[in-house]
């Protein structure tokens, strides 16, 4: 490319520097030229390209008003018309990069833009999205700055010399996207295959031309036939724990999971309940801990006989930023001592 | 979690409000809630009135426990 190549930055309300999980809500606001982030990316990128407007967008908003947010980013990419978006990084947070994603699925469908971001592999955003973005991969939280800048540097740059056609994953630097290209390779298949084979037999390397998705789907259980014999379990990802949270458990990346007796609790309130989650705004949570976890009502329907009984106990983490590996451990405990105390049905609830 | 817990052989509702994300770990049965700091509430109502929605939304997940499905199914507003 002989110009400029020009660049519309989409970042959240904190690294757009508006303010932390308070300033979650807010619609879409357009900034000239680079901020945060995006500083440390024109100058890497130097006389190849720059940013030229700013998108920032709160997590929250995004998540909650996708249809507002999407549109609202649509007049600015038109009105912009850039070469190229760039969007996050946004490591493991999941609502960035539910949004990074969902802005990808704009430019790339309706607006035929390209999209480079930087997501930590186990973002549900990645997964979500991968058709619609170049996603380099980065370490699960913000630390990983330094390192995630010149790697998207590096494919931006790469994406300038080569005009947008980008070679493959592996080569560029961007994790898979699940899209199938065309090729001619020097050898046939089935010299390929048996190659495979002889190297897999002998354990060498090999590489899968073909690596199989991972479909790890659970079949629905059979539903419950008569609820009021039933015992019901509330479980947690949005972090409610007695108040001042006395097994510490961490905001982020939560280490462990909690188990709670509320045999003699009939309503979570600012007194005995908070939440350790700090994905969210905990404002609603403190005040009226129900609002995540509804013991409140729980009790009412257990009074009123429409279920046979909440079981005493409840089950709590943090689920920001926490690991697939570790929440996969927790549940699996939880779910056993559930089944342990009789419990046939679980609400779990989430932020 | 909902996934493993439910793999463990309990029926599990998942209350969420960012639904594809619960679509993508793979919760069966699926209630949308409000807003992502109050799932379950809605600090713009007087309490009664948040009570109550907090009581359609638990009402909503009881009777996902009570449905038989076959996939993924979101049980959105009647």
């Known amino acids: 490319m002989d110009k400029k190549l020009r660049i519309v930055h989409y970042i959240n309300q904190f690294f757009g520097q508006i303010g932390g999980e308070e300033k979650a809500d807010i619609p879409p606001r357009v900034e000239e030229g680079a901020i945060g982030p995006g500083n440390a990316i024109n100058n890497a990128l130097g006389n190849d390209a720059e940013i030229v407007k700013t998108i920032i967008c709160g997590d929250t908003y995004f998540n909650e008003n996708t249809e507002e947010a999407t549109e609202e980013i649509k007049k600015t990419l038109k009105d912009v018309n850039p070469d190229l978006i760039v969007a996050g990084p946004a490591f493991n947070a999941g609502r960035y990069g539910m949004a990074c994603g969902g802005v990808a699925e704009l430019a790339n469908t309706e607006m035929n833009i390209p999209v480079i971001s930087g997501l930590y592999p186990e973002n549900p955003g990645y997964d979500m999205y991968k058709n619609f973005a170049y996603f380099v991969e980065t370490s699960n939280s913000a630390a990983g700055m330094r390192e995630a800048i010149p790697n998207m540097v590096k494919l931006i740059k790469s994406f300038i010399e080569k005009d947008g056609d980008l070679g493959r994953p592996a080569e560029e630097g961007y994790m898979p996207r699940a899209i199938r290209v065309n090729e001619f390779a020097e050898e046939r298949g089935a010299k390929r295959a048996v190659d495979m084979l002889i190297n897999k037999i002998s354990d060498k390397d090999f590489e899968t031309e073909y690596p199989m998705p991972d479909f790890d789907r659970v079949d629905p259980e059979d539903p419950i036939e008569n609820m009021a014999a039933t015992k019901v379990a509330l479980v947690t990802s949005g972090g409610i724990v007695p108040k001042n949270n006395p097994d510490r458990i961490e905001s982020s990346s939560a280490s462990k999971y909690g188990e709670y007796d509320i045999s003699d609790v009939y309503d979570l309130t600012i007194e005995c309940h908070e939440t350790a989650h700090g994905g969210y705004d905990p404002v609603a949570a403190n005040q009226d801990p129900d609002r995540v976890l509804p013991v409140d009502v729980m009790r009412d329907l257990e009074e009123e006989g429409i279920i046979g009984e909440l079981h005493n106990k409840f089950y709590t983490t943090v689920g920001n930023g926490t690991s697939v590996a570790n929440a996969k451990a927790y549940a699996q405990e939880i779910a056993e001592k559930l089944l342990g105390d009789g419990v046939q049905a679980v609400i779990l609830t989430s932020t | ?78």
């Open chain 2, 1 to 78: 979690m909902v996934k493993e817990i439910e793999r463990a052989g309990l029926p599990v509702v998942h209350v969420a409000t960012v639904v594809p994300i619960s679509k993508t770990v793979g919760a069966n049965r699926i209630v949308p809630a409000i807003a992502i700091p109050h799932p379950l509430g809605n600090p713009d109502l007087d309490k009664g009135k948040e009570k109550k929605v907090r009581r359609k939304i638990v009402e909503k997940a009881l009777k996902a426990l009570e449905t038989d499905i076959e996939e993924q199914t979101v049980f959105e507003d009647e």
